[in-house]
């Protein structure tokens, strides 16, 4: 699949800096791929040391089930627009109740 825009919400700004929720059927380790995310074809503004929190989802966003969660920052974009993220800090699905 590829970046769906509709599913980025920048959840809070401050100090020059912002914090992202994205939700995607992709697996969190293509999210994280050189140029998934890129602020010249898909009109983002992202900026080093952005925070970029992914939801990845099994069948459907928000109405599917949740595989896995990480956590991303953004380390560099590319004169291309090219967003270069860290490899995800991934969290562990788990529901025991």
Not at 72 to 78: E, L, R, S, T
Request: proline letters at 1%.
């Amino acid at each position: 699949m590829a970046y769906d825009p509709g599913n980025l919400t920048q959840l809070s700004y401050g100090n020059g800096f912002s914090h992202y929720r994205y939700d995607s059927l992709d697996a969190i380790t293509l999210v994280d791929i050189d140029g998934y995310f890129n602020n010249s074809d898909d009109t983002l503004n992202l900026k080093v040391g952005d925070i970029i929190t992914v939801v990845d989802w099994a069948t459907a966003v928000r109405t599917g089930t949740i595989t896995g969660w990480g956590i991303n920052i953004v380390m560099a974009v590319g004169a291309d627009g090219a967003v270069d993220l860290a490899e995800s800090l991934a969290g562990v699905v788990t529901n025991t109740d």
